[in-house]
Nanobody, 123 residues
Framework: QVRLVESGGGLVQPGGSLRLSCAAS????????MGWYRQAPGKQRELVAA???????NYADSVKGRFTISRDNANNTAYLQMSSLKPEDTAAYYC?????????????????WGQGTQVTVSS
């Protein structure tokens, strides 16, 4: 009933930029925190950046100053602007959202994941 769809990944040269989008759809009552995670081959999934419903943000040390997370609450969408990309940023990037939905007079809050979008930084 709730779906997250990422877009914007691709191949970029070192030093380049990409903008990822994550659109949430379905029977959404409220979207709480949203975040971007990434997972490189052979490594664990790690948090890249997160944003609260009020706009508070936090970032992994490895991306501070290079990545910016934002959200458009009216359109249930989060973004990750990535600049000065490095080969070590290569990974599958996943959107995560804590979403409250309403059904049958009750509210349910769960964490949802998108299907992922590949970012490859290479010359």
């Amino acid at each position: 009933q709730v779906r997250l769809v990422e877009s914007g990944g691709g191949l970029v040269q070192p030093g380049g930029s990409l903008r990822l989008s994550c659109a949430a759809s379905g029977s959404i009552f409220r979207i709480n925190a949203m975040g971007w995670y990434r997972q490189a081959p052979g490594k664990q999934r790690e948090l890249v950046a997160a944003i609260t419903s009020g706009g508070g943000t936090n970032y992994a040390d490895s991306v501070k100053g290079r990545f910016t997370i934002s959200r458009d609450n009216a359109n249930n969408t989060a973004y990750l602007q990535m600049s000065s990309l490095k080969p070590e940023d290569t990974a599958a990037y996943y959107c995560n959202a804590d979403i409250t939905r309403r059904s049958g007079g009750y509210r349910y809050t769960d964490a949802y994941w998108g299907q992922g979008t590949q970012v490859t930084v290479s010359s």
